[in-house]
């Protein structure tokens, strides 16, 4: 099974709304990431949090991480219609080279 | 820098057909990937090299080889085309395991008839 669960699966929202999307793991990781994919395309790198760290901010994206409870959570804050895609998390687990995905959220922000 | 390229973009094959799906990176990084995408499912991690030489099993590695000769190229070989292996895959590159982000490829759309 996936080491990474995103919740919600689909989430639809206005411009100017914020967006929080939720990434929960299964096992002990060294680095969690989120990346974003627009239809049919490769994935796009958003932002890395490493084990140690609770909170992360890049722009508009505050990432969040609770190791105690194998969770992560991304928000877009003042999403634009420019935001639609799909959000995945990705593991880096800890004592191999494997990242694993989850199945992402598909975010839709209407204008 | 081109960054991570794959080809071909699209492959019609018919069940029991061979092939190679090619990757390239230009950024010279110890670590590439292969991911498969379904839909519904994510990526799902095939299989992965450290290094020219060393290659390693993901998640879903049946049916398919990797070779690793140079820092620069992974190509994955599908050794006998199924239907279950109709899908959109993906290559990545990354300066190192667990090492800042990794790049991704334009991925290829596999069709198994």
């Known amino acids: 099974s996936q080491q990474g669960e995103e919740d919600p699966q689909a989430l639809s929202i206005q411009e100017g709304e914020n967006a929080t999307m939720n990434c929960s793991y299964k096992?002990?990781?060294?680095?969690l990431q989120w990346y974003r994919q627009n239809s049919g395309r490769g994935l796009v790198h958003l932002i890395l949090i490493r084990s140690n760290e609770r909170e992360k901010h890049s722009g508009r994206l505050r990432v969040t991480l609770d190791t105690s409870k194998k969770s992560s959570s991304l928000l877009i804050t003042a999403s634009r219609a420019a935001d639609t895609a799909s959000y995945f998390c990705?593991?880096?687990?800890?004592?191999?080279?494997?990242?694993?995905f989850g199945a992402g959220t598909r975010l839709f922000v209407k204008a | 820098n081109a960054g991570v390229t794959q080809t071909p973009k699209f492959q019609v094959l018919k069940t029991g057909q061979s092939m190679t799906l090619q990757c390239a990176q230009d950024m010279n990084h110890e670590y590439m990937s292969w991911y498969r995408q379904d839909p519904g499912m994510g990526l799902r991690l095939i299989h992965y090299?450290?290094?020219?030489?060393?290659?390693d099993q993901g998640e879903v590695p049946n049916g398919y080889n990797v070779s690793r000769s140079t820092t620069e190229d992974f190509p994955l070989r599908l050794l006998s085309a199924a239907p279950s292996q109709t899908s959109v895959y993906f290559c990545?590159?990354?300066?190192?395991?667990?090492?800042?982000?990794?790049?991704f490829g334009p991925g290829t759309r596999l069709t198994v008839t």
């Open positions: 990545a590159s990354r300066n190192r395991a667990g090492l800042g982000e990794q790049y």
């Open positions: 096992t002990s990781i060294n680095n």
């Open positions: 090299s450290v290094g020219a030489g060393i290659t």
């Open positions: 990705a593991t880096d687990l800890t004592g191999g080279f494997k990242t694993i």
